[in-house]
Nanobody
Framework: DVQLQASGGGLVQAGGSLKLSCAASGIIFDETDIGWFRQAPGKEREAVSCISNSYVTTFYADSVKGRFTISKDNAKSTVYLQMNSLKPEDTAVYYC???????????????????WGQGTLVTVSS
């Protein structure tokens, strides 16, 4: 079975940092694109970042560029999202997702991801 386990969320003050982790199992990790999405209360889920498979290309939403950094550890089948300079508007449930057939997919298209983790809550206080 494919499992994506997101962790690392919590409560942080504005300007602070958090590091999210997404541990994957049941997939060929280095052939899979992993994306992070978030859903704030009352809003639609939106794409945050993505890291491609073996070529390790990264993508970011404009709202997080320069503040968030995505990385991966193939040996641990884990993707990380380092979030710095957090703002109250970053408050959301963060989900990681796997695109096991990434060729031709658009990184921010949620329909391209076949597996989703359970989400981890990030709350940024002002």
């Amino acid at each position: 079975d494919v499992q994506l386990q997101a962790s690392g969320g919590g409560l942080v003050q504005a300007g602070g940092s958090l590091k999210l982790s997404c541990a994957a199992s049941g997939i060929i990790f280095d052939e899979t694109d992993i994306g992070w999405f978030r859903q704030a209360p009352g809003k639609e889920r939106e794409a945050v970042s993505c890291i491609s498979n073996s070529y390790v290309t990264t993508f970011y939403a404009d709202s997080v560029k320069g503040r968030f950094t995505i990385s991966k550890d193939n040996a641990k089948s884990t993707v990380y999202l380092q979030m710095n300079s957090l703002k109250p508007e970053d408050t959301a449930v963060y989900y990681c997702a796997a695109d096991t057939l990434p060729y031709g997919s658009t990184w921010y298209d949620q329909n391209g991801y076949d597996y989703w983790g359970q989400g981890t809550l990030v709350t940024v206080s002002s």
